[in-house]
């Protein structure tokens, strides 16, 4: 039996982020989702925005779906006006993750979303998002992109896939982010909170989806518990036999 093929898709880079390519865009990811889902048993596939096939066409081809990390979406999808500290707004990824996942849950395609794919998610289903968590007032330090993450613990509702797949009521994530989840999208259901009362993590009732706001992949290789969540993506993608010829 073949590794069940896990799509991720790619940062998309600006000409001049990477040296000596001044003249050259890019698209990249960082070996920790990639390590975690092989790890997992997964076979990590690398997806590039903008696709010529739509997000159905290209789920049929893949058992599973992690969407990573990275910039913020645009306030403008959930139609608020941009605060100043928003970063790294890219429409061109929006568009293609936010098809994704939506293709994902209605083809019953299991996914993993992950800092910035778990608001994405909360977006794609109508949500919302708290766009500078320091200027809410109520909300401790979860780090700051690209910065050093602030590991904190995350309470697991009783019952929920999540708290399964790490296999303990309680876990504790390395977290880098400026915004977080405010109002939930439709059929989301919050399953992990931090001791000030923020959203860490979500799932849903008619699919497998878990979408989680701090970074299991940089813990994976010493903390089984954050493996476990790659090792359920991809034991759910094993099981599922969606692909044709799978």
Same mark, same amino acid.
């Given at each position: 039996?073949?590794?069940?093929l896990?799509g991720i898709?790619?940062?998309r880079?600006?000409?001049? $982020?990477?040296?000596r390519?001044e #003249?050259? %865009? =890019? =698209?990249?990811?960082?070996e920790q989702y990639?390590e #975690?889902?092989?790890? %997992? &048993?997964g076979?990590?596939v @690398?997806l590039?925005a ?5 997000p159905?066409g290209?789920?049929?081809r893949l058992?599973a779906l992690?969407?990573?990390?990275g910039g /913020?979406?645009d306030p403008?999808?959930?139609?608020e !006006?941009t605060h100043?500290d928003?970063y790294? @707004?890219?429409?061109?990824r929006?568009?293609f993750e936010?098809g994704? @996942?939506? %293709?994902a ?5 299991p996914a ?6 778990? *608001? @994405?998610?909360n977006? !794609?289903?109508g949500g919302?998002?708290?766009q500078h968590?320091?200027? %809410? ?9 690209l910065?050093?993450p602030?590991?904190?613990?995350? $309470?697991?509702?009783e019952g929920?896939?999540? $708290?399964d797949a790490v ?6 994530? =390395?977290?880098?982010h400026? *915004?977080?989840?405010?109002?939930? &999208?439709?059929?989301l259901?919050?399953v992990?909170w931090?001791?000030d &009362? ?6 849903r009732? /008619? #699919?497998?989806?878990l979408a989680?706001q701090w970074h299991?992949?940089?813990? !994976?290789?010493? /903390?089984p518990? *954050? =493996?476990g969540?790659f090792? !359920?993506?991809v034991?759910r ?5 969606a692909?044709?010829?799978?």
């Amino acid at each position: 039996m073949s590794a069940p093929l896990v799509g991720i898709p790619s940062y998309r880079l600006a000409p001049g $982020r990477v040296s000596r390519w001044e #003249a050259w %865009a =890019a =698209a990249a990811l960082p070996e920790q989702y990639l390590e #975690a889902v092989r790890r %997992a &048993g997964g076979r990590p596939v @690398v997806l590039t925005a903008p696709d010529p096939d739509p997000p159905e066409g290209l789920l049929e081809r893949l058992d599973a779906l992690v969407l990573a990390g990275g910039g /913020d979406v645009d306030p403008a999808r959930y139609g608020e !006006a941009t605060h100043s500290d928003v970063y790294g @707004v890219d429409a061109v990824r929006d568009e293609f993750e936010i098809g994704l @996942v939506r %293709a994902a849950v209605r083809a019953r395609v299991p996914a993993l979303c992950i800092c910035r794919g778990a *608001q @994405v998610a909360n977006v !794609a289903f109508g949500g919302t998002l708290v766009q500078h968590l320091p200027d %809410a007032g109520r909300f401790a330090m979860h780090g700051a992109p690209l910065g050093e993450p602030v590991l904190h613990e995350v $309470r697991l509702a009783e019952g929920s896939a999540l $708290r399964d797949a790490v296999g303990g009521g309680v876990v504790r994530g =390395a977290s880098h982010h400026h *915004q977080g989840i405010d109002r939930l &999208g439709e059929g989301l259901v919050p399953v992990g909170w931090t001791a000030d &009362g923020l959203v860490e993590a979500m799932e849903r009732g /008619d #699919a497998w989806l878990l979408a989680v706001q701090w970074h299991p992949e940089e813990t !994976a290789g010493t /903390d089984p518990a *954050q =493996a476990g969540l790659f090792e !359920a993506l991809v034991g759910r993608a094993a099981t599922r036999g969606a692909r044709p010829g799978g």
